[in-house]
């Protein structure tokens, strides 16, 4: 019961930042852990980055950490992902996906929106 919309992927060089953004509906977004993953072409879903329901937690893949940065503003039903020191191998659409549950370690992510690309250039 919420739907999910991503925002501010683009091409970016490497060694650059972008900042997505992912906007849900309706009023009940603090019951929600929110997360980030990524897909590249011909690889699997990668878990990248997960914001507790309160914003209190967060936890992110090894390759991601101290680069990337997930936060929420839950009186804007919107959570972020603050990517630096970008790297092509970054290159992927990128989801945002919402679980009812602690959202970490990844298990049932009910909701999903459609994704973002994100292309990093060398």
């Known amino acids: 019961q919420v739907q999910l919309v991503e925002s501010g992927g683009g091409l970016v060089q490497t060694g650059g930042s972008l900042r997505l953004s992912c906007a849900a509906s309706?009023?009940?977004?603090?019951?929600?852990?929110m997360g980030w993953f990524r897909q590249a072409p011909g690889k699997e879903r990668e878990f990248v980055a997960v914001?507790?329901?309160?914003?209190?937690?967060?936890y992110y893949a090894d390759s991601m950490k101290g680069r990337f940065t997930i936060s929420r503003d839950n009186a804007k039903n919107t959570v972020y992902l603050q990517m630096n020191s970008l790297k092509p191998e970054d290159t992927a659409v990128y989801y945002c996906?919402?679980?009812?549950?602690?959202?970490?370690?990844?298990?049932?992510?009910?909701?999903w929106g459609q994704g973002t690309q994100v292309t990093v250039s060398s």
């Open positions: 996906a919402a679980e009812r549950g602690t959202g970490f370690p990844p298990r049932t992510y009910g909701y």
């Open positions: 914001i507790s329901k309160s914003g209190g937690r967060t």
């Open positions: 309706g009023r009940t977004f603090s019951y929600y852990a």
